[in-house]
């Protein structure tokens, strides 16, 4: 008879896209990144190629989908399929920003319904598991018929916005879709929770009328929270109009910085003193000379994921129930 002791070993792998949080992630876990060649050829299509051997490992491959986004998304399901074809044991896809995640229903006719297409293309792609943080909305867990970790930066923007506020205090949800994140904010926070209702144009990307506020916001300091600042009209608006009805200040807490164009600009001139950001995304060029951002690290709570998973413990001991 043979007998094979167990040889379990991580690995982690970076996509062009976030390389320092992906060597931040597994500095943490006290390894280094493995060895990965990415090229691109002359007509743009992307070519990957592992330099050492990954047979048998526990393989995790971090991309946030940055811009251009559709880079990105390829690359990384290259990468998963040349582990695939490497014989890999397991294959976890990080994404701590998940692309077409605000696709995730059909809001008019003819519409496709993108978030479910990304989590088709994850698992044709070979991923055995899919690790994100704060998804537009956590119904996207269920397009997967994978185990999918929906990991939430909560924590690490609770810690900095108790030690840095003082007073009277109300987390703001920009529109009623955000209420209920707005509410887990508050828990955490013991704060009133107040609501802006907004309207959408249907037939125009990006364009948001705030009209009223919900919830007591005069005299006092208001939090506004969301998953994303993309072009920044939601944001801006809330806090044109929060302080239109006697709020002290504004403060915007956002896990993904996007900051598409006009974000920046229409930030510099919003009368929010302070944007608190985490690193699932790099922040861009354009947006480093805005002296109101404030970009904190997930590092942490992505290794203690990769930690779990890899030992096959609890993800959800780490975040106390809230990562869902």
Avoid: W
């Avoid at 989908?65 to 695939?84: G, W």
């Avoid at 998953?227 to 504004?250: C, F, K, N, Q």
């Avoid at 003193?273 to 690193?279: A, G, Q, R, Y």
């Amino acid at each position: 008879m043979i007998e094979i002791p167990s040889r379990k070993r991580l690995m982690v792998f970076s996509g062009s896209s976030n390389e320092e949080l992906a060597r931040e992630v597994a500095n943490i876990l006290g390894t280094a990144l493995g060895g990965v060649e990415r090229s691109v050829f002359a007509n743009g299509e992307i070519y990957i190629r592992y330099t050492e051997s990954v047979r048998g490992n526990d393989c995790f491959v971090v991309q946030s989908h940055s811009h251009p986004v559709n880079f990105h998304v390829l690359e990384q399901l290259i990468m998963i399929d040349a582990l695939k074809r490497a014989s890999a044991k397991r294959i976890t896809a990080v994404v701590p920003f998940f692309s077409y995640a605000r696709q995730d229903k059909k809001g008019r006719p003819r519409e496709p319904i993108t978030a479910k297409l990304m989590g088709d293309l994850f698992v044709a792609a070979g991923v055995d598991r899919i690790v994100s943080v704060d998804l537009h909305t956590g119904q996207i867990q269920g397009f997967i018929d994978m185990p999918f970790d929906h990991l939430t930066a909560l924590p690490v923007f609770v810690d900095y916005l108790r030690e840095s506020t003082d007073g009277p205090i109300t987390v703001v949800s920009p529109d009623t879709g955000r209420v209920r994140e707005a509410a887990r904010y508050a828990k955490q926070l013991d704060t009133p929770v107040a609501f802006v209702h907004k309207r959408r144009e249907a037939d125009a990307r990006n364009v948001v009328a705030a009209l009223e506020i919900v919830g007591d916001i005069e005299d006092r300091h208001c939090i506004i929270v969301d998953d994303m600042i993309d072009t920044a009209g939601t944001a801006t608006g809330a806090a044109s109009l929060l302080m239109e009805r006697g709020a002290l200040d504004v403060r915007l807490v956002a896990t993904h910085g996007v900051l598409s164009e006009p974000a920046v600009d229409r930030l510099k001139d919003a009368p929010i003193d302070e944007v608190v950001i985490s690193n699932t995304l790099p922040v861009p060029d354009g947006a480093s000379d805005l002296d109101k951002l404030t970009v904190l690290s997930i590092g942490s709570l992505i290794a203690g994921a990769v930690d779990a998973i890899f030992n096959d413990t609890s993800v959800s001991e780490i975040f106390r129930g809230e990562n869902i």
